[in-house]
């Protein structure tokens, strides 16, 4: 049990779908070595209205004993799941602004977006999370290896997360920042 404690666990959680790039994660993870894969586990979380997407995602993920395919479920227990996880993935082909990254940075935990995920615009590389390059499997790979060689630095990322959260996406300043649009466009003010 205490060497499962030591694991890094990295999780992509949403929608299965190719938009969300899940086979690019997978494809990183093998590209880790086996070492690396050892040291770790690999969440995938999420339904599917993909079938072929999905089938193709779980026959690969079965090849792999460290990578773990689960369905979606209920909030809470999500909420109580997602406290084991020490790196978000979103290595989407194409997110505006996902939610789960906003709350792993609420969270201040360390997420690795790709550069076609909205968030990325707000994140400083290596400072407040990390960027990789969208359907790059090596550049997802040095992202994850990143976090093996610099694990005394999440803590620090997190913080840095949960700073970049509260000065762009609480509610407050959500609600403030859509004001000021309205009165802008809206109202003409």
């Not at 590209?31 to 193709?56: M, P």
């Not at 479920?73 to 020490?86: A, F, T």
């Not at 076609?116 to 290596?126: I, N, Q, R, W």
């Amino acid at each position: 049990v205490e060497d499962i404690d030591k694991k890094t666990i990295f999780a992509v959680i949403g929608m299965v779908s190719y938009r969300k790039a899940q086979d690019i994660f997978i494809e990183a993870v093998r590209s880790l070595t086996q070492d690396e894969r050892k040291r770790a586990e690999f969440w995938i979380i999420g339904a599917t209205n993909e079938a072929e997407y999905y089938k193709e995602i779980r026959t690969q993920a079965n090849m792999h004993s460290e990578i773990k395919l689960m369905d979606a479920m209920p909030r809470s227990e999500l909420e109580r799941v997602s406290k084991q996880i020490d790196v978000l993935v979103c290595p989407s082909r194409s997110d505006p602004m996902p939610i789960v990254v906003t709350e792993f940075m609420r969270d201040g935990k360390t997420c690795i977006v790709s550069d076609m995920v909205g968030t990325s615009s707000y994140l400083k590389d290596e400072v407040s999370g990390l960027i990789c390059k969208t359907e790059d499997v090596q550049s997802l790979t040095e992202k994850m290896r990143w976090v093996f060689n610099h694990s005394n630095q999440l803590e620090k990322i997190g913080q840095n997360a949960r700073k970049l959260y509260e000065e762009n996406f609480k509610m407050e300043v959500f609600e403030n920042n859509l004001l000021q649009i309205l009165k802008k466009d809206i109202y003409k003010e």
